[in-house]
């Protein structure tokens, strides 16, 4: 996504482009949670300002206003189910990772604040910013529709930090995941994860809906997994850092999200439970619940007699 627009509007060659960023935004992530933060304290004020310049360069360039972006009308069309499934799979990733952020928060209440600000105004704003300027030049990605609009150098600047701020967020989760699940060291792990999505990024960009739609089926269930065992297992009280003593292997939690990548994709295509990603979390949600439960009445059935003996 970074490197095909610069390709296409400046003529960089693609592949030692696409190589040259892959390498430093995964160098970011290697440095620490600090290079991030200050990457993320430049990047924001810029795409608020260059996303809100298009906004209203799109509203001016129009022939009637603001009245032919609130009043166009799609050339093609697509069902509830597919448009839910689309814009949730957009930003799903970014919503069961922010655990992995918030809690470096000061306590909960800001940790729950930044959060809503970031999802209801924050992602808000992303899906305004495209759609207008998709409305008003006929293309959706926001660097191309501010090279048309004549801000082809606000375009690669908003591209650019764009990209790298959401990559890197996916990556340093990628790399706490890794390395709880290996205990290998966390650098070592970024390295071997940018290096693997530089090469891969070719081919998820050439198949991207493909890939939005496979997320939405299958990340929301990890959400729903999150939820599950806050509310239910934990009792929304989970011990210290310190105390705690985490589980190797969580059964329990991969049965619940087969199942719901299960109930997700035998959702139908119309009707009320046609919204795939929502029934998928609902399902996760519910066999979690289920499931913990019935091995908690086991295990206590288990105790007295064990006692016995």
């Not at 082809?152 to 990628?174: E, H, K, Q």
């Not at 959400?223 to 929304?236: E, L, S, V």
Request: no cysteine.
């Amino acid at each position: 996504m970074l490197s095909a627009p610069i390709t296409k509007y400046v003529g960089i060659p693609y592949v030692p482009l696409l190589l040259v960023g892959g390498l430093a935004m995964t160098y970011t992530v290697a440095v620490g949670f600090k290079a991030i933060e200050l990457l993320s304290m430049i990047a924001v004020p810029a795409i608020l300002i260059l996303g809100f310049t298009s906004v209203f360069k799109a509203i001016f360039d129009a022939p009637e206003g603001i009245d032919t972006i609130l009043f166009s009308e799609p050339s093609g069309s697509m069902t509830i189910a597919v448009g839910m499934s689309l814009a949730v799979g957009s930003f799903i990733s970014g919503a069961t990772l922010t655990p992995d952020f918030v809690r470096f928060s000061k306590n909960k209440r800001i940790g729950v604040f930044s959060t809503a600000i970031g999802f209801v105004f924050g992602n808000s704003l992303m899906f305004i910013f495209g759609a207008v300027g998709a409305i008003a030049t006929g293309v959706s990605d926001i660097a191309e529709v501010l090279a048309l609009q004549g801000l082809l150098g606000a375009g690669i600047i908003l591209l650019v930090l764009n990209i790298w701020t959401t990559n890197d967020n996916a990556l340093y989760a990628s790399g706490l995941g890794l390395v709880n699940i290996t205990g290998l060291k966390r650098s070592h792990l970024v390295w071997a994860a940018g290096i693997f999505g530089t090469v891969a990024s070719d081919f998820l960009y050439n198949n991207f809906i493909g890939w939005l739609s496979f997320l939405s089926v299958s990340l929301p269930p990890i959400g729903g997994i999150i939820i599950a065992d806050f509310f239910f297992r934990a009792r929304t009280n989970y011990p210290s850092v310190e105390s705690f003593k985490p589980q190797m292997f969580n059964g329990v939690a991969i049965v619940a999200w087969l199942i719901a990548i299960g109930v997700s994709v035998a959702s139908p295509d119309t009707g009320v439970f046609s919204v795939a990603p929502l029934n998928a979390i609902v399902a996760t949600i519910v066999s979690y619940a289920v499931l913990t439960a019935a091995l908690e009445k086991v295990a206590k059935r288990a105790i007295p007699k064990s006692a016995e003996a």
